[in-house]
């Protein structure tokens, strides 16, 4: 599976942005997919994750109620909307998809990953 992640951008605190994840494969919808974030001299870290039918989502506490995870199966693409960003959100994200469905917050649980794209939130 090859994903493509995009939308990422240069922003001030507490604007808005939407990060979408194309997926090659037509079974995109057999994999879970997740969100990740890499700050400078950081380790990558867990964002979001949403099965395989997007009926269930989960957040790290620092995300949760500001970005939304979602996915269209149709068009082989994972969402992340970003509201009320915060400078400490700057970090290049990452999209995942994941063939098992548990341990979803967690990097080993992901088979492929995207290229990352770069979001800088400034004050």
């Known amino acids: 599976v090859q994903l493509q992640a995009s939308g990422g951008g240069l922003v001030q605190a507490g604007d808005s942005l939407k990060l979408s994840c194309a997926a090659s494969e037509r079974t995109f919808s057999s994999y879970a997919m997740g969100w990740f974030r890499q700050a400078p001299g950081k380790e990558r870290e867990f964002v979001a994750h949403?099965?395989?039918?997007?009926?269930?989502?989960y957040y790290a506490d620092s995300v949760k109620g500001r970005f939304t995870i979602s996915r269209d199966n149709a068009k082989n693409t994972v969402y992340l909307q970003m509201n009320s960003l915060k400078p400490e959100d700057t970090a290049v994200y990452f999209c995942?998809?994941?063939?098992?469905?548990?341990?979803?917050?967690?990097?080993?649980?992901?088979?492929?990953w995207g290229q990352g794209t770069l979001v800088t939130v400034s004050s």
């Open positions: 995942a998809a994941s063939a098992s469905d548990v341990y979803l917050t967690r990097v080993t649980s992901y088979d492929y």
């Open positions: 949403i099965w395989r039918t997007g009926g269930s989502t």
